[in-house]
């Protein structure tokens, strides 16, 4: 490199998502359709990679998001960062008796019903009834949590109190039904920028993917420690008790890779995700993530995401070693547009410092019913304005939700939608356009026009925009870390060949294993029952030397 030319630009890919809550109706079909392809096997009864949870609510599991109990996400130590969940030694010395883990009953325990019972019981008096069975043990047992407990404020006021973000809240909220705000929060893996789970797994299991910035787990690998579990701050790592190895989702990174959207994307009703490229700069994530101020993380992110209309950064993606095509979608992106030209899209709880890259449109619909019915208008923009700080869903819960409590960003991504719903109805009945509401907001004519078609009109092309895969820049010196659920034997590709060990990966043996050995040439320790010699232990004898 000539002297005085200035080092080349680390520019990386994120494949991310935005949820526009004002549109999720609770319906948890993305939940459904994703058990269906995803965690429908054994050893997952309890696994949920997306779940839908009511705000207030104490989500799932219980109380995940109260980081003084589960230790996940970071802190800062100085200038440094460390896991909440200890250094090396803590962590090692904890390696086979983890106490800061979820128990079952935290996320639920899984049941069906004995349908039996009910449908061959003789002619009596009495009624037959389906009595619950556990998923787990097949024992009888009695439901008393579940993945979607809170559901429309099914809780009570009883467990509403204790949302771990209520309890930070200094006003005091009522939680009477007639007083009670609720909306929808859809979840699923954050894959962050800056991953506490891989940070901690002490088998190098879990990484982050070169080119799309997916977050795996390494089945190959996993050895079943569940500091992940700990580690990640959203829980959105499980323990697959049958194979004895951590999961978690995805993306349906194997439809992104085909250029397809989630499998949760495709079948949401509401049409309230979006997912896109960005492009990041990996050397300021780790500065970023450090900054003292748990009110700052919100802008310290920000600055981190690259303008991919810029001939600079273009250039140095190219150099980079990503594709053209990613970085015309980056330019395409309806999550790049949403997050940083508009500013509408806040990240779920950035002060656990792991950089999220799924983001989220806080809601606004409550306000319009509330102001029509005290007779105001209910679009008007002076209104819609005032009646922010006095939303329903109170404006500290949001903040406390989306941006470690500060208010500000919070109420401008909410000004932002209330002045494009002011400004398209002005449209919409014949009047002429008032450029003056989107001045108000920082926005121009066109601008806010191009928010409206993207929020409320997308179309499915404009809604996704994912490139097809390719293979990422990787330093000559890293060993290969590719995941062994991309072959034959990965989710929803699993045979039946392995007796309790459905959700496993096998590699076929280096020889044929003899007829009836179920292990196929792989020892299976961990469902050992610890009587006996498991089979495959010792080499079998031929017969020459019996």
Not at 65 to 75: T, V, Y
Not at 328 to 351: D, G, K, Q, W
Not at 496 to 518: I, K, N, V
Request: glycine fraction near 8%.
């Amino acid at each position: 490199m000539p002297r005085g030319t200035p080092p080349t630009r680390r520019v990386m890919a994120q494949v991310a998502m935005v949820m526009n809550l004002d549109k999720c109706i609770g319906c948890h079909t993305c939940s459904v359709t994703c058990k269906q392809t995803w965690t429908h096997r054994s050893g997952t009864e309890y696994v949920w990679f997306n779940n839908v949870e009511t705000r207030p609510g104490q989500g799932y599991p219980r109380a995940y998001e109260d980081q003084e109990r589960w230790k996940g996400g970071w802190r800062l130590k100085g200038d440094r960062l460390v896991p909440r969940s200890g250094g090396r030694a803590r962590r090692l010395a904890r390696l086979f008796a983890n106490p800061e883990l979820p128990a079952l009953s935290d996320y639920y325990e899984p049941w069906t019903y004995d349908y039996a019972n009910l449908t061959t019981a003789p002619l009596g008096d009495d009624l037959p009834t389906a009595p619950p069975r556990s998923l787990i043990d097949g024992r009888p047992t009695d439901i008393t949590w579940g993945p979607n407990w809170d559901d429309d404020l099914g809780g009570g006021p009883d467990h509403l109190a204790d949302d771990p973000v209520l309890k930070k809240m200094n006003e005091r909220v009522r939680l009477e039904y007639e007083q009670a705000f609720m909306f929808y929060l859809p979840r699923i893996c954050e894959h962050c920028l800056n991953p506490s789970c891989v940070a901690v797994c002490p088998s190098g299991a879990l990484y982050k993917r070169i080119e799309d910035g997916i977050v795996l787990v390494d089945q190959d690998r996993c050895r079943g420690w569940r500091m992940c579990v700990t580690g990640c701050p959203y829980k959105k790592v499980y323990f697959n008790h049958h194979t004895g190895k951590a999961e978690k989702c995805t993306l349906c990174y194997p439809r992104i890779e085909a250029g397809q959207p989630t499998v949760c994307s495709e079948t949401c009703v509401g049409r309230l995700r979006y997912l896109g490229v960005m492009l990041y700069d990996p050397d300021k994530v780790g500065e970023a993530a450090r900054v003292t101020d748990e009110k700052d993380l919100y802008e310290a992110q920000l600055t981190c995401f690259l303008d991919p209309t810029d001939p600079g950064i273009a250039r140095a993606a190219e150099e980079s070693g990503i594709p053209h095509d990613w970085i015309t979608a980056a330019r395409r992106s309806p999550v790049y547009a949403l997050i940083n030209t508009y500013r509408v899209a806040l990240p779920l709880h950035p002060e656990y410092r792991t950089m999220p890259m799924v983001w989220y449109v806080p809601p606004l619909s409550p306000i319009v019913d509330s102001l029509t019915r005290t007779g105001h208008d209910g679009e008007d923009p002076a209104s819609l304005f005032g009646a922010i700080d006095a939303l329903r869903i109170p404006l500290d819960y949001l903040a406390h939700l989306f941006t470690a409590g500060d208010p500000a960003p919070v109420e401008a991504a909410l000004c932002r939608l209330a002045a494009m719903r002011a400004y398209m109805r002005r449209i919409n009945l014949g009047d002429p356009r008032d450029p003056a509401i989107a001045e108000a907001v920082g926005l121009g004519a066109d601008s806010i026009e191009a928010m409206y078609r993207l929020l409320a009109l997308a179309k499915y092309e404009d809604r996704y925009v994912i490139p097809t895969s390719y293979t990422g820049t990787v330093p000559p010196d890293t060993p290969d870390d590719g995941c062994s659920l991309d072959a034959d034997g990965g989710p929803g590709m699993y045979d039946a060949g392995l007796p309790g060990m459905e959700a496993f990966h096998t590699p076929p043996a280096t020889e044929p294993a003899p007829a009836g050995d179920g292990l196929r040439g792989r020892v299976n320790l961990l469902n050992w029952n610890g009587r006996g010699t498991p089979s495959g232990l010792f080499p079998r004898r031929r017969e020459n030397e019996r």
